[in-house]
């Protein structure tokens, strides 16, 4: 089972831009899996092993880029508009990080 703090760390509440406040809309839903969803799309998931994968869903955005590289293990780059991921070519598909 994933244990709270981390639980806590894939939640972002709330993140100070310019002079205003902005409320993230990052859900966190259980199930057999944690799913760590943006706008509706699932973008990394926890396992009853706590095997964390990771997706962009489709969205090769700024903020999918900053939630994943929230993620322990995760290191996501874009160079002339190819993503890597942990130094390798990353087209987004799922993908298995590792136990956490």
Same mark, same amino acid.
Not at 45 to 55: A, F, K, P, Q, Y
Not at 59 to 67: G, H, I, L, V
């Given at each position: 089972m994933v244990d709270l703090k981390l639980k806590l760390s894939l939640i972002k509440k709330e993140k100070l831009r310019g002079n205003g406040l902005?409320?993230?809309?990052?859900?966190l839903d259980y199930g057999n899996v944690w799913k760590l969803k943006l706008h509706g799309?699932?973008?990394?998931t926890i396992d009853e092993m706590n095997m964390l994968s990771? $997706? &962009?869903?489709?969205? %090769? $955005? &700024?903020?999918?880029? %900053?939630r994943l590289n929230g993620l322990p293990n995760v290191r996501i780059n874009q160079k002339k508009f190819q993503w890597y991921l942990n130094g390798n070519e990353?087209?987004?598909e799922w993908t298995r990080i590792g136990t956490i």
């Amino acid at each position: 089972m994933v244990d709270l703090k981390l639980k806590l760390s894939l939640i972002k509440k709330e993140k100070l831009r310019g002079n205003g406040l902005v409320k993230k809309k990052v859900h966190l839903d259980y199930g057999n899996v944690w799913k760590l969803k943006l706008h509706g799309n699932t973008i990394a998931t926890i396992d009853e092993m706590n095997m964390l994968s990771i $997706s &962009n869903a489709g969205w %090769e $955005s &700024n903020t999918t880029k %900053e939630r994943l590289n929230g993620l322990p293990n995760v290191r996501i780059n874009q160079k002339k508009f190819q993503w890597y991921l942990n130094g390798n070519e990353w087209n987004g598909e799922w993908t298995r990080i590792g136990t956490i």
